[in-house]
């Protein structure tokens, strides 16, 4: 895998050598802003001519368009993977840094493809997109950016119980090059920004049964201990910080633990977990190109206007769950989903629907498929957990071919995934899926 990736570093070599310009197509989420940001701040040092574009989802059309664009090398992060076919009939140079699962398509020599799932590495909890596109700039000398392939790594939900694998050596890289610091503390969100009672009802990761999502349950258990909920958590005194610790963790252990940290980060992008929500929330409200600014290092109205789409995100997310909560999943045999035509629920339906899972609001031994009305399609988001994946679900597989079936397109992780189908199909998708679902827990 360091190899290929060498590969495609010296290809980029070889095009920074020769002032071509680039064309960087990436994700529009955490993972796939930072993997952008990688690269750019990569190619930004570098003095090279290049263009950003950060996009939901790479369709057959665009990879059609981007076909008579006028660069001399693209490069794909965080997607790419399921069209290597349509790459090595480009006249380009084109590099895939990409970790979504892949099909047997071999590359030709214009082409590299770079990818955990060729090397046997799991792509859902090892490696990130971030982290594929920080390999391909690693021998230029970048071990400071890679702390950025880590934010990705908690984008994509691969950090929060510790980094395993190829992220292990990436975090060895960004703790070598001094950019990043581990220590332990709690690991509540927005210690320094939001009263007390905020940071832990917005504390999703590790989950806090009873106060994530859920701004009363965490008031009252404030109270119950006779901290006042209005202050912030870096107000109180040391005595309370260690009344509350003691009693989060026997809330839920993981909750002390180790933080990461770039010390020469302003407060509110200092800790990796939290620069990744910051970016989540600018993709989820379509400001993507204003989380890759702050990434490449823009502040100050950048700032607070990303703080602003936090606060607003996490009043969408809260209102999520109390309809989870409300209302509940509709249970299928085997899978169990969520359906909304409302506006402010569409668009956290992935990050509920997941977030319902951990923090136990929704049975996590099934499968949630999350569905949203878009017009004529419907969008689905699919999430479950990982003893769910040890027991043979794989949702990438079987988004992908239920979608298929119905004139869709789907895909993704096993953990995680993603499709797209006409409304019409709404039924009938939701009973192969089950199905599918069935079929892959008998048969393991
Ligand atoms: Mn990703």
């Not at 989870?324 to 506006?343: F, T, V």
């Not at 699919?382 to 869709?408: C, E, I, P």
């Amino acid at each position: 895998m360091l190899n290929k990736a060498g590969e495609a570093c010296d290809m980029l070599k070889e095009h920074i050598e020769n002032d071509s310009v680039i064309r960087l197509v990436s994700h529009n989420d955490a993972d796939g802003i930072s993997a952008a940001a990688v690269i750019a701040n990569a190619l930004k040092e570098e003095d090279v001519q290049f263009h950003t574009t950060l996009i939901p989802r790479l369709k057959e059309e665009t990879v059609n368009q981007l076909r008579s664009e006028k660069y001399d090398l693209f490069i794909f992060s965080d997607m790419g993977s399921p069209f290597i076919k349509e790459f090595n009939t480009y006249k380009h140079d084109v590099i895939v840094a990409d970790h979504h699962q892949v099909d047997d398509t071999a590359s030709e020599s214009n082409v590299i493809h770079i990818n955990p799932h060729l090397f046997e590495i799991d792509g859902s909890r090892d490696l990130c997109g971030a982290g594929s596109a920080y390999l391909t700039v690693r021998d230029m000398d970048k071990k400071h950016l890679a702390y950025f392939a880590l934010i990705g790594a908690f984008g994509d939900m691969q950090g929060q119980d510790g980094f395993t694998g190829v992220n292990q050596l990436i975090l060895n890289d960004a703790i070598e090059s001094g950019t990043v610091e581990v220590h332990e503390g709690l690991k509540i969100v927005s210690k320094a920004s939001e009263p007390i009672f905020k940071s832990l009802a917005y504390t999703f990761s590790p989950p806090l049964p009873g106060i994530s999502g859920d701004l009363e349950g965490s008031q009252e258990f404030l109270e119950k201990m006779n901290l006042s909920y209005g202050i912030k958590f870096t107000d109180l005194e040391d005595e309370e910080k260690d009344l509350l610790k003691d009693a989060l963790v026997s809330i839920n252990p993981e909750i002390f633990g180790d933080c990461y940290t770039v010390p020469k980060e302003v407060p509110l992008l200092k800790d990796l977990e939290e620069y990744s929500y910051i970016l989540d929330a600018c993709g989820k409200n379509k400001k993507q190109g204003l989380g890759l600014s702050i990434a490449l290092g823009e502040r100050e109205q950048a700032l607070d206007a990303a703080l602003r789409l936090q606060r607003q995100y996490r009043d969408q997310i809260v209102k999520g769950l109390e309809w989870i909560k409300r209302e509940g999943a509709q249970q299928l045999n085997a899978i169990q989903y969520l359906y909304s035509e409302d506006k402010v629920l569409k668009s956290v339906m992935g990050t509920i629907a997941s977030i319902g899972l951990s923090v136990e609001l929704l049975d996590n031994s099934k499968p949630v498929i999350g569905m949203s009305r878009l017009h004529k399609d419907i969008k689905i988001s699919g999430r479950t957990t990982r003893d769910m994946v040890a027991r043979g679900v794989n949702l990438g597989k079987a988004l992908r071919d239920s979608s298929n079936n119905f004139m869709g397109t789907g895909g993704g992780h096993d953990i995680a995934a993603g499709a797209m189908i006409p409304y019409e199909a709404k039924d009938n998708f939701l009973h192969l899926v089950d199905e599918m679902v069935e079929y892959q827990l008998s048969n393991d």
